[in-house]
């Protein structure tokens, strides 16, 4: 969370050097049917008076860095770095920094529909996809989420698993807000299986091609949250992390030719950024698609030449 924090600190010295109160501002990270994340960074303080606003939709906001006092129907609380903001959709809620300036968050928002699809497949009611809570505190099972969520926002990362991880928090954010921690049991038909098989050929096949969390279930015939659960029992990875790698292994492939550029082949094997294909490159294979060009082509020389 270092880069968030420090972008924050800079706002606020801004803020301070200027003289203007505080304000909000809202980025939107990413967006699928049903959802919608945005990177919210406020510079309100002490001086600044609270106002009301209400919840368009079910958001679950990661507190990245600062803090602040949320009021809601279900009472007061502290909001720190690593504790989770819920909001249940038409709730009037209240923030403010009576105490310390600024805060910033990556909010995920919820359309209610999408979100009851969600809980019931899960197993859960329309009532037991309702918050009774405000808040979540810093909870080992959130680390990971938000460790994802704020590195992406951070670094612009467009091919983060967004889709992915907003299905996830939800999951793990209504199982740790249930009384007895319902959990849902799920198995793999033969029928399931099969069309998980298609979809990892489909991915294998093109993988240039931007294949979504939701475009993926639809072709399945399943929900978000049940393809999501069975891709990963059945591949044992997430359809993201598949994608990802099919990728990789196309881009490594074309970087045997030497006469295209490496710019070329990134975009070509389904990469919109550059340098987020230079970083997922080396994180998979140890070393820079160049490093890789150089070393099979000395290797190919090798053989020609033996």
Known sequence: MGKIAVELEAALARRDALGMPGNTQMRTIAAGDGWQVTDVLCTFGPRDRPFEERHAGVCI????????????????????????LLGNAGECFECGHRHAPGDRCVSFHYQPAYFERLAADM??????????HGRMPPLRA???LIARACSGAAHDASDAAWDELAVELADTTLRATQPDAKRHAASTSASAWSRVTQAARLIDETPDAPHTLARLAQLCGLSDFYFLRTFERVTGVTPHQYVLRARLRHA?????????????IALDSGFNDVSNFNHAFRAEFGMSPRAWRTQRGARRRAVRNA
Do not use: H, N, W
């Not at 490594?252 to 070329?264: F, R, S, W």
């Open 252 to 264: 490594a492939l074309g970087l045997v030719d030497e006469d295209v550029k490496i710019v070329d």
């Open 61 to 84: 906001a990661m507190v990245a860095a600062g803090a602040f006092g949320y009021r809601s129907a279900a009472g007061r609380e502290l909001l720190t770095p690593g504790s989770l």
């Open 142 to 144: 959130f680390s990971g």
């Open 123 to 132: 197993g859960l009611s329309r009532a037991e996809a309702s918050f009774r």
